[in-house]
């Protein structure tokens, strides 16, 4: 035990480490990010000049996103139904209107449309950002004179802020619909459309569908600024833009799923 224990002892070291490397650069990124995010509300006063960069990214961040959203959001509702029905088989289905609406509307919706924008549009934009700063395009914007947050950032910012809560709306007029679809087609749901749609009515209240957008706002904001910043960072070439771009989703994913729970814990609190 003792020679174990004298053979263990310099990986200790190593061990802590790399812990406190591991802390230092979570703590980079997340201080950069927040520099970003301050920055880039500085230039917010100047999107409405810029309207033709703001509407191109609003294309790519909102309306490419529409058809795939759709897809995703009607499979849950119908899944969902599905799974739902089963379990209440000898219980009673009436609720599964209210179950599909608040979940869609307070937690699914937001949540998979940010996932969804994240993962899409978030490693495009971490991508091309990696690209410019790898070549030296983004020192050639300061050069010009041209602050490449005003430029690159802020509209990438406003279109991801704009857009997620109007594809979250829409992710859940879809998913709503799919589970009234299965509702209709399925002879093993033993309600009708008209009281899925009745009961979900009944349960999902205005304020429901307000959370559901301020996730989507924040949300918005995480997963612009998130790869943003990552692309800013880049270094290193080829590797370093697929090593941006991959830390960028991930770290969208992770900071997506800690506001949700943040957001929850507050509104359960008031």
């Known amino acids: ?80 139904v599905l799974q739902a029905a089963d379990q209440l088989r000898d219980v009673s289905q009436s609720i599964l209107g209210p179950l599909v609406g608040l979940s869609m509307t307070k937690e699914l919706g937001p949540v998979l449309m940010a996932f969804l924008l994240a993962g899409r549009a978030g490693s495009a934009i971490a991508a091309e950002l990696g690209s410019m700063a790898v070549y030296d395009e983004i020192n050639a914007l300061r050069t010009m004179d041209i602050d490449p947050i005003r430029f690159l950032v802020m509209p ?59 996730k989507a706002l924040v949300f918005g904001m995480i997963a612009s600024i998130v790869p943003c910043t990552f692309g800013l960072r880049t270094r290193g070439g080829t590797e370093g833009i697929a090593r941006s771009t991959t830390a960028a989703v991930v770290w969208s994913f992770i900071l997506i799923l800690l506001f949700d729970f943040i957001i929850v814990r507050l509104t359960f609190a008031f």
């Open 1 to 80: 035990m003792a020679v174990e224990a004298i053979e263990r002892a310099p990986h200790r070291p190593r061990v802590l480490a790399r812990v406190g490397r591991t802390v230092l650069d979570t703590l980079q990124v997340l201080g950069e990010a927040s520099t970003l995010f301050l920055r880039t509300l500085r230039t917010l006063p100047y999107a409405t000049t810029d309207h033709r960069r703001l509407a191109a990214q609003l294309v790519v961040v909102g309306t490419e996103t529409l058809t795939i959203g759709a897809l995703l959001a009607l499979f849950v509702g119908m899944v969902l």
């Open 156 to 214: 990438r910012f406003v279109a991801a802020t704009l857009a997620l809560p109007v594809l979250v709306l829409y992710a859940n007029f879809v998913g709503i619909g799919g589970g009234a679809l299965v509702v209709a087609l399925d002879p093993g749901i033993k309600i009708s459309v008209s009281e899925y749609l009745t009961r979900m009515l009944e349960w999902v209240h205005f304020q429901d569908i307000v959370v559901g957008l301020v």
